[in-house]
């Protein structure tokens, strides 16, 4: 299994406050990702990075910024959550040859709530 | 509306019974991906198809990717309980190996 950890795995926040969530890599893979998985839409691409401090959007950004300083670690941080980001977090990564090159390898999930 | 439909959203089934998971697109994709995602855990890569027209198996399941490369479709034989999961078809869109998901199929296989 590729060596990918998330933390925390469960969270209950407030409204209002910020939250980080980490993404730990021990594969090496250049490309890392954060999904958000919510019933009915499968998983949603919220951010990407293509190298340390090269970042891009996905197609459900707002409210999300990341940061990747180096290459093992990728956080995704709501800088004021809303009920809205209730969900189901995974990150993942991708390399860049052979089978890590078409295949994304996938976190086990953070969920968190935001009451 | 998402770039990957799926249907059906959900099924419940009878172990032994046959099934069929379908992936549907206006759009043309060079190739396209399954995955499989157990409770509690993340999505685990099964197959990816290539070549309109292409017909992959894997034990009981069969994939193929139709002929103009915009839709593709999951056959699983004699489901089994371990079959339960959620099924979802994924398409790489863009620089960066960015992936786009399907919508997702919810299979639950009984004894």
């Known amino acids: 299994d590729a060596g990918i950890t998330q933390s925390p795995r469960h969270k209950v926040t407030e409204t209002g406050t910020p939250v980080t969530l980490r993404c730990h890599q021990t594969?090496?893979?250049?490309?890392m990702y954060w999904y958000r998985q919510d019933p009915g839409h499968g998983l949603r691409l919220i951010h990407y990075?293509?190298?340390?401090?090269?970042?891009d959007k996905g197609e459900v950004s707002d409210g999300y910024s990341v940061s990747r300083s180096k290459t093992e670690d990728f956080l995704l941080t709501l800088e004021s959550a809303t009920s809205s980001q209730t969900s189901v977090y995974f990150c993942?990564?991708?390399?860049?040859?052979?089978?890590?090159?078409?295949?994304?390898?996938f976190g086990p999930g953070t969920r968190l709530t935001v009451l | 509306t998402q770039l990957l439909e799926q249907s059906p959203q959900f099924l419940s089934i009878q172990e032994g019974e046959n099934l069929t998971v379908y992936c549907n697109s206006s759009?043309?994709?060079?190739?396209l991906q399954w995955y499989r995602q157990e409770p509690g855990e993340g999505p685990v890569l099964l197959v990816t198809?290539?070549?309109?027209?292409e017909v992959k198996k894997l034990k009981r399941l069969t994939f193929q990717f139709g002929d103009a490369r915009k839709d593709s479709s999951l056959h699983i034989t004699a489901a089994q309980p371990g079959d339960t999961g959620l099924y979802l078809c994924?398409?790489?869109?863009?620089?960066?190996?960015?992936?786009?998901f399907g919508t997702g199929t919810q299979l639950k296989v009984e004894l």
């Open positions: 993942a990564i991708s390399g860049t040859s052979g089978r890590s090159y078409n295949e994304q390898f």
């Open positions: 594969e090496n893979h250049r490309y």
């Open positions: 990075s293509y190298g340390v401090k090269d970042t």
């Open positions: 759009s043309v994709f060079s190739s």
């Open positions: 198809v290539v070549t309109g027209g």
């Open positions: 994924a398409a790489f869109t863009g620089g960066g190996n960015k992936l786009t």
